[in-house]
């Protein structure tokens, strides 16, 4: 079993950076790939980022170059760094997880965060 629970949100302009936490408990959780997803208000949840268990990082192709993801094993925590935020990015951020490696596909994941607000002012 594999708790999420999501952090860093807030609200930023446009131009700004921010970096969100996930934070992990379990014993397991280092066997676990976490992805993160992002849902606006009346749209369907994307796929952002997601790191496998050994570190591979992926990113969605659309947002290479301002999104980071890594993670800090010993923490239990995956770390997405946005840089240069633009009003599009509002939403709502969710960590996932699942074992072992990682996918983009949102079905592929049990567990779930509540999420973490991210709002960009233009």
């Known amino acids: 079993q594999v708790q999420l629970q999501e952090s860093g949100g807030g609200l930023v302009q446009a131009g700004g950076s921010l970096r969100l936490s996930c934070a992990a408990s379990?014993?397991?959780?280092?066997?676990?790939?976490t992805g993160w997803f992002r849902q606006a208000p009346g749209t369907e949840r994307e796929f952002v980022a997601a790191?496998?268990?050994?570190?591979?990082?992926y990113i969605a192709d659309s947002l290479k170059g301002r999104f980071t993801i890594s993670r800090d094993s010993g923490k239990k925590t995956v770390y997405l760094e946005i840089n240069t935020l633009r009003p599009e990015d509002t939403a709502v951020y969710l960590c996932a997880a699942r074992p072992l490696t990682y996918s983009s596909r949102q079905s592929e994941y049990p567990y779930w965060g509540q999420g973490t607000q991210v709002t960009v002012s233009s």
């Open positions: 790191v496998g268990w050994i570190g591979s990082p």
């Open positions: 379990g014993r397991t959780f280092s066997s676990y790939a």
